[in-house]
């Protein structure tokens, strides 16, 4: 309440201020010894904040901001509202920062902001988004309203997936199904946002309509033996990466490789003539060692592989059970070819691959069978080898004569 005096006229002029908005009456009233008059005014009183903007959740965190993809480029929305009467106009600007707060971009008047893909590279920026509001009665510049919004522009390539072996339709690799197969992945990775690296593997039939082995999540994929079948099979690796903070479901690879899982089987061999004729009291030289293999694999693979040697004369027949003979001549009784035991296993030759024997232990003008015996898994083979021992020669003796004179 304001009051103001004089000493011929009165006047009382009075507004109380309210706190709440809308029309509010002022009032004057002039008076003096003669007479009083009031006159009255109206003011109204508007309410006018700063615009409220909110910027996508997504985009609002300045320590973990948005990740967007080079190829994919990004939308950032906001939501805003206003609590401003007199509020004829507002305008919302986007400005596009770097690293060092230079503005690369700006986006004069939109309520989103939509940046294409490969516009941006790959780096950290700031979206810097400016409210104003205008009125034709008052000054709102001060009402202005900046939010920010923070995103990562990354580079992500597909994984670079190897497999090893590598083969094609038209010629695969080749396994032998007792002894199984090994496919092995080898990965390169440039993709900064990833976080996991998945690698499913498949084993399907040659149609590729069945699945006949699943491996969720390995870099090696091993088949045992005897696991598939004969035939030919196509390997297929699926790569997956993945990230909480963006999808790239895009960047799967799908490697694929051929097997073809072939029948294995045993040889065996001894070096040489398969027929021997020697002298008696000779060297004989026996070596199985070059001519056994399992097919498909190297010749000095002899892993797994069990054996033995056994003798008897060829005119004999093989025991139900083998004796052992040592390395002793032939005593001349039960046949077979050494010590006295007759036909059966080279005691002296065990897990030997050669050997050499002297034929002055046999018993001569004989033909004698000396047999290899291979055995690996549930493959077996044989190879022998027919010794003939001649008659030793008849000892050369001389007479010598001497004449004697007896005086």
């Known amino acids: 309440m304001y009051q103001v005096s004089s000493t011929e006229t009165v006047i009382h002029h009075e507004y109380r201020y309210s706190d709440n908005y809308g029309i509010h009456v002022i009032n004057v009233r002039g008076f003096n010894l003669a007479n009083n008059d009031t006159a009255s005014a109206y003011v109204k009183i508007e309410r006018c904040q700063s615009p409220n903007v909110t910027v996508d959740l997504s985009f609002a965190n300045e320590e973990h901001p948005y990740t967007a993809l080079f190829e994919n480029g990004f939308n950032v929305t906001i939501d805003y509202s206003f609590d401003c009467e007199s509020m004829e106009q507002f305008t919302i600007r986007w400005d596009i920062l770097d690293s060092t707060q230079h503005n690369l971009n700006t986006v004069p008047n939109a309520t989103q902001l939509v940046s294409l893909p490969n516009t941006l590279h790959a780096g950290s920026y700031v979206l810097r988004i400016n409210t104003t509001m205008w009125s034709s009665i008052f000054d709102l510049s001060d009402k202005t309203a900046i939010t920010y919004g923070y995103v990562n522009v990354e580079n992500c390539q597909p994984p670079n997936v190897t497999v090893n072996p590598l083969a094609t339709e038209s010629k695969p690799f080749t396994a032998m199904d007792n002894d199984g197969f090994t496919v092995t992945a080898y990965f390169a990775v440039d993709c900064p946002p990833m976080e996991q690296l998945q690698a499913q593997w498949d ?23 005897y696991d598939l079948p004969i035939g030919i099979y196509v390997i297929r690796l699926n790569t997956t990466i993945s990230s909480n903070s963006c999808d790239l479901s895009q ?10 899982v072939e029948k294995s089987f045993l040889v065996a061999g001894i070096d040489g003539s398969s027929y021997v004729n020697t002298t008696f009291n000779s ?23 069990i054996f033995e040697w056994r003798c008897k004369r060829t005119l004999e027949t093989w025991p139900t059970h083998l004796p052992t003979q040592s390395y002793l001549p032939h005593s001349g009784t039960n046949g077979g070819c050494f010590d006295v035991v007759g036909p059966g296993l080279l005691g002296f030759a065990e897990n030997k691959w050669n050997f050499t024997i002297n034929t002055g232990y046999l018993e001569p003008v004989i033909e004698y069978n000396i047999q290899f015996m291979v055995q690996k898994d549930s493959y077996s083979a044989n190879a022998s080898v027919s010794l003939y021992v001649q008659q030793p020669l008849a000892p050369n003796i001389s007479i010598r004569q001497v004449y004697c004179l007896l005086r």
Not at 251 to 256: G, Y
Not at 293 to 305: A, E, L, P, Q, R
């Open 203 to 225: 084993i399907l039939d040659y149609s590729q309509q069945s699945i006949l082995r699943h491996l969720p999540n390995a870099t090696q994929l091993i088949s045992l033996p």
């Open 251 to 260: 960047k799967s690879v799908t490697s694929v490789t051929y097997v073809n």
């Open 283 to 305: 060297s004989v030289y026996l070596s199985a060692y070059n001519l056994t293999y399992v097919s498909g694999t190297t010749h000095t693979d002899k892993s797994g592989m």
